[in-house]
């Protein structure tokens, strides 16, 4: 299990599925648009993917350049930015594969969300993945209780901006997107849902 865990890291057991069914495969360029500590990138680093990674917070950007100078010596530092996701200054369609895992459901309102999915969208590239894991209230419809919007307080004490099925296939549709998966959610024990959506940028 240790070398498992070496290997891996801490990676969302629904990012490593797609690599086992070589959705994203070696040669990739990969984004992690909004990526915390690095959780999901160890794998892809010390396997020589082409990795740039987001966050807001200058300490785990700190802790993704160390991982990275440790695993992939040969990127570049630059290539892990302290950005907000609706503002990252890489180019538009660099990316292969966009990871946004537990990130969009911090979004305050309507109009953050919509801002922070348009900048993962804007870096991938015709054809390219997006792999996206968020809040929902897929499964435990009306017990949350409502904040704001689509902000709602869940049973941990928790604020989390829901969505649900029909926004998810709605935005697939705007977007112009294929969906890779049907949309896949895990109720954890009545406290939260989260939904695996896999989707693939037209041409």
């Known amino acids: 299990m240790g070398d498992l865990h070496e290997q891996f890291g801490a990676i969302d057991i629904y990012l490593f599925d797609q690599l086992l069914r070589a959705r994203i495969a070696p040669g990739m360029r990969v984004l992690d648009a909004g990526c915390g500590g690095g959780r999901n990138l160890v794998y892809l680093l010390r396997e020589g993917y082409e990795v740039f990674a987001a966050d807001s917070d200058p300490r785990a950007i700190a802790q993704v350049r160390q991982l990275a100078a440790g695993l992939a010596p040969r990127l570049p530092a630059e290539n892990?930015?302290?950005?907000?996701?609706?503002?990252?200054?890489?180019?538009?369609?660099?990316?292969?594969?966009?990871?946004?895992?537990?990130?969009?459901?911090?979004?305050?309102?309507?109009?953050?969300?919509?801002?922070?999915?348009?900048?993962?969208?804007?870096?991938?590239?015709?054809?390219?993945?997006?792999?996206?894991?968020?809040?929902?209230?897929?499964?435990?419809?009306?017990?949350?209780?409502?904040?704001?919007?689509?902000?709602?307080?869940?049973?941990?004490?928790?604020?989390?901006?829901?969505?649900?099925?029909?926004l998810l296939l709605a935005l697939t549709a705007e977007l112009g997107g294929q969906l890779m998966d049907p949309l896949k959610t895990t109720v954890v024990q009545n406290q939260r849902c989260m939904t695996t959506w896999v989707v693939r940028k037209g041409a």
């Open 80 to 166: 892990f930015r302290v950005e907000r996701v609706e503002e990252m200054s890489f180019p538009d369609a660099c990316a292969d594969v966009a990871l946004s895992s537990a990130v969009l459901h911090f979004a305050r309102h309507d109009e953050q969300f919509h801002a922070m999915l348009a900048g993962t969208w804007r870096v991938l590239r015709p054809g390219g993945l997006l792999f996206c894991r968020l809040a929902s209230s897929i499964g435990m419809e009306g017990r949350f209780q409502p904040v704001e919007g689509r902000r709602f307080r869940l049973p941990d004490g928790s604020e989390r901006y829901l969505v649900d099925e029909p």
